[in-house]
C-alpha cells in the first residue's frame, strides 16, 4: 500500500469512530501565541510536550531551521496574521541543536537536484533571473545566532507591533530541555 493510501485508510476508520472530537477548537490560539519552530521530525511530538502545548493552544509554524529567511515572505505574513486577526499576543522562535540547517551548503543540495533530474540549464536560467542559490540554499552555522537573528527580524519587521515580546528558544531534540537565547519581556523594557 502507497503512502497516501494508508493515509486515506486510516483516515477512513479516524472520521468514522469520531476521534476528531476530542481535537476539536476553534481558530483562536488559547494561550495566544505562535510559535515558529523547525520541521524536524524529533520535534512534532516533542516540542508541544515540552512547552506543555495542546491542539488550540497555539498557532504552530514549521519551516527548515525555524528561519526567517525573508522578511515579507510567507512565514512573516503567517506571524503577521496570528497576531492581527487570530489574536496571538506573542511569538516564540524555536530551533534545536543538531539541526540539518546548521552548516548546509549550496553545493550540496544542488549536486543532488542534479542528480534527481534537474537540469543544469534550469539552474543556469533561475541564477540568471536572480535567483542566489548561495544565499537562498545556505543553513547556519551556530543555531544559538540563527535563533536570534530570526527574533530579530520578527521584532524588527516593520509591520510588527512594538507590544509583541518575541522569544527566542532552542530545544534539546534528545531531551525537551529549552534554552533562552532571548526573553522577549526583558528586550521590550
Known amino acids: 500500500m502507497k503512502q497516501l493510501e494508508e493515509i486515506l485508510y486510516y483516515n477512513e476508520h479516524f472520521v468514522e469512530n469520531r476521534e476528531y472530537e476530542k481535537y476539536q477548537t476553534d481558530k483562536f490560539p488559547h494561550k495566544r501565541l505562535v510559535i515558529l519552530s523547525c520541521m524536524d521530525t524529533r520535534l512534532v511530538?516533542?516540542?508541544?510536550?515540552?512547552?506543555?502545548?495542546?491542539n488550540g493552544d497555539v498557532k504552530l509554524i514549521?519551516?527548515?531551521?525555524?528561519?526567517?529567511?525573508?522578511p515579507f515572505g510567507s512565514i512573516m505574513r503567517s506571524i503577521l496574521v496570528a497576531v492581527y486577526e487570530l489574536g496571538a499576543e506573542e511569538v516564540c522562535v524555536v530551533g534545536h541543536y543538531d539541526c540539518g540547517m546548521a552548516s548546509l551548503k549550496a553545493g550540496s543540495t544542488l549536486n543532488k537536484m542534479k542528480e534527481r533530474g534537474v537540469s543544469q540549464d534550469k539552474l543556469e536560467t533561475l541564477t540568471y533571473s536572480g535567483v542566489d542559490f548561495e544565499k537562498f540554499l545556505?543553513?547556519?552555522?551556530?543555531?544559538?545566532d540563527s535563533v536570534k537573528h530570526s527574533v530579530e527580524t520578527i521584532r524588527n519587521?516593520?509591520?510588527?507591533?512594538n507590544d509583541v515580546p518575541v522569544h527566542g528558544l532552542v530545544i534539546d531534540p534528545k531531551t525537551g530541555k529549552l534554552d533562552v537565547m532571548v526573553n522577549g519581556y526583558q528586550e521590550q523594557l
Open 45 to 54: 511530538e516533542l516540542l508541544p510536550k515540552a512547552m506543555n502545548v495542546n
Open 62 to 70: 514549521k519551516t527548515a531551521g525555524a528561519l526567517v529567511s525573508h
Open 138 to 144: 545556505h543553513g547556519f552555522d551556530c543555531v544559538e
Open 157 to 161: 519587521h516593520p509591520l510588527m507591533p
